[in-house]
């Protein structure tokens, strides 16, 4: 069984009367010849059996006026928003209690809520597979007129359920709390919190120690707890536990948050005193003195480094394993590198004074750039969190972004496109310069040689437009049969061929919570997605079109003026002039169909409601706006111009 606390409304709406008819006049039947049966109890309660087999029971003096007690109760605290109390305790498909048993429960449970005394409704309904008593209760108290606030109301009447499961032995099912919520195990960024992971690991071990007849000591805690690399310190006037997370910072809780057994008083109860742990030294292998911390490291590594240099198949993992095995670290420090120990601050030395090897220059011609050590993360918690479902989606995201490079990087580009424009006129200027050159060496001065100068002079631009030209045409043209594709488009392709990560990515975009705030449909265009525009009025009109990083596409005049922008869901129209307008309305019907939504100024508007219907009469386009004012408009000015279109025109 499970109890469900319904939202309350704190917009001063609430009515005890609509929730009566929901819970006992809906059900009623007039139809029925069976009449309500009431039994009064002793301790003044009500039981109604009604016509159609629904129980409720109260505490009122009638079922009838049941609504004028509870408001004229109310009315003595005019300013509370929500004076209904409504919850739900609900039984497993496999239980059957009876009613006086489902009763008996629904009273238990508003007097463990504090609710003893006050005016209260239950309804038992059976229209589901889960039987379930409705409890409406008036928080205000009919004799003292306080309003009474249930504190921890879910952790309250889950602990209730859990103990009628076992007093009757009801089917368990789970109460929920901050071990069992989803919602609670993760941070605002999914990610594992550490008094979830706590909970998890920590709780199952601790309290075992706690609970045995032969009382552990403080060791015993420190030494369960360092297996788990966590540790159990003062903060405060309490305890915390401690350890470090996978981004390198320390995290700390407070032992009573992970359990209640856990708080400072109730362990020094059970162990005394608290005790720190004892402090570790820590490694001394290497002296704090420069001379004699570089000779300790050269008899130590001195022989191993000279066998790693020797081997063909080294490698920056290799060095950086063999550095760790003796307590050291390999880290560049300005334009080399430095060995230094690895748990603490200490001495350093240069790399290269141990051996020649160990220059940075050396290691980098022989291994490639340097790499630092690629250690796991510090402790178990950051371990675990690395496996959380958030770090997998960032993961996918990564490869998929890695993939996107990689393909972008093989597709032309309009850089790549001003590279190759640039090395060809490079090309061609060197040409020219060299028989330019062999001009002045055999040729004499003279009219004739300066007549033959102006000509390469003018062959050089001629060659310089006519490969800019070709290369331009050649780069359109491999953009129209095969156009690069932006991020979006591309994860979306991939997604279509089945690829994992693009179709988590895909889904990711779907899901409303990130939807963008700004989504919205733009001056000229329908709410129904990202579709490529249709590209025959551009080319009418001789725009060109530019793609950006984000995805959005501008079209520009011949003369570099920005005129439509694309936006996710329809176009934005920078310039509003006759001729833009209906070449946008053109784009927008190609693109989104017949059905658009027009915002903007009025000017705007008359202007594209021109427009449409200019389109309608040269070339067939029936078009229909969502705004009806407008589509009002557009029709009345379709049948004033429909008898001038249909008009022959005249010869002359």
């Known amino acids: 069984m499970i109890a469900n606390v319904c939202d309350r409304r704190r917009d001063g709406k609430s009515s005890f009367r609509t929730l009566k008819e929901y819970l006992v006049d809906k059900l ?88 003893g005394g006050h005016q209260y409704l239950s309804a038992i309904h059976r229209d589901t597979d889960n039987p379930h008593v409705h409890v409406a209760v008036n928080r205000v108290n009919p004799d003292t007129y306080k309003v009474k606030h249930p504190y921890n109301d879910y952790y309250t009447l889950g602990q209730l359920m859990t103990e009628l499961e076992d007093r009757h032995g009801w089917a368990a099912t789970p109460q929920g709390g901050p071990e069992s919520k989803p919602a609670q195990r993760a941070d605002a960024h999914g990610d594992l919190t550490f008094e979830a992971w706590c909970k998890t690991h920590v709780v199952p071990v601790m309290k075992p120690l706690l609970e045995r007849e032969q009382s552990a000591s403080w060791s015993e805690i420190h030494q369960v707890l360092d297996a788990m690399d966590v540790e159990l310190v003062e903060h405060g006037q309490g305890l915390v536990f401690r350890t470090v997370s996978d981004t390198g910072t320390a995290v700390a809780i407070k032992a009573s948050a992970v359990h209640e057994r856990f708080s400072r008083p109730r362990l020094e109860r059970v162990l005394g005193a608290f005790e720190a742990a004892s402090e570790e030294p820590q490694d001394r292998r290497y002296p704090e003195d420069p001379q004699a911390f570089a000779a300790a490291v050269k008899d130590a590594l001195g022989e191993r480094i000279a066998r790693w240099s020797g081997r063909s198949r080294s490698d920056w993992a290799s060095l950086h394993r063999l550095m760790d095995e003796h307590g050291l670290q390999l880290t560049p420090c300005g334009q080399g590198l430095t060995i230094s120990p690895a748990n603490r601050d200490g001495p350093q030395m240069a790399a290269s004074k141990l051996n020649r090897a160990l220059a940075k220059s050396q290691l980098e011609a022989r291994l490639g750039p340097y790499e630092p050590p690629k250690k796991a993360p510090g402790s178990a ?183 439509v922008t694309q936006q996710r869901n329809g176009l934005k129209l920078h310039r509003t002039d006759d001729t833009t307008v209906t070449a946008a309305m053109q784009l927008a019907i190609d693109t989104y169909g017949p059905e658009l939504r027009l915002t903007g100024s009025d000017e705007f508007k008359r202007r594209a409601i021109d427009a449409l219907i200019k389109l309608e009469v040269q070339g067939g386009r029936h078009v229909r706006l969502s705004d009806p004012e407008l589509q009002e408009r557009l029709e009345k000015q379709q049948k004033v111009l429909a008898p001038v279109a249909k008009r022959p025109t005249k010869l002359r």
């Open 381 to 563: 918690y950051a371990r675990d969190r690395q496996d959380t479902p958030r770090r997998t989606a960032l993961d996918a995201t990564e490869r998929l972004q890695r993939r996107y490079r990689a393909y972008r990087a093989e597709r032309p580009t309009y850089r790549s496109l001003r590279r190759d424009i640039g090395r060809s006129i490079r090309a061609i200027r060197a040409e020219v310069r060299a028989e330019r050159q062999e001009v002045y060496e055999h040729m004499p001065p003279g009219l004739v040689r300066a007549a033959y100068i102006q000509e390469l002079n003018w062959q050089q631009a001629r060659r310089i437009q006519g490969e800019r030209l070709r290369l331009l045409r050649q780069f359109n043209a491999q953009q129209e049969a095969d156009a690069t594709l932006e991020w979006r488009e591309w994860v979306e392709e991939q997604a279509k061929r089945g690829d994992g990560d693009a179709i988590q990515q895909v889904a990711t975009w779907h899901d409303p919570r990130h939807r963008p705030k700004n989504d919205r449909v733009g001056p000229a265009g329908a709410m129904v997605g990202y579709i490529e525009l249709a590209p025959g009025a551009e080319v009418l009109l001789g725009w060109e079109r530019r793609r950006r990083r984000n995805g959005l596409c501008d079209l520009y005049t011949s003369g570099g003026e920005r005129v």
């Open 28 to 115: 009623r039947s007039d139809e029925l010849d069976a009449e309500d049966q009431e039994v009064l109890k002793p301790d003044g309660t009500v039981i109604a059996q009604l016509s159609t087999g629904v129980s409720v029971e109260h505490n009122g003096f009638d079922l009838d006026t049941l609504v004028q007690e509870f408001e004229s109760v109310v009315a003595m605290k005019p300013r509370v928003e929500d004076p209904i109390y409504h919850f739900v305790i609900s039984w497993a498909e496999g239980d059957d209690p009876g009613d006086e048993t489902m009763f008996s429960c629904a009273r238990e449970a508003v007097e463990r809520l504090g609710l």
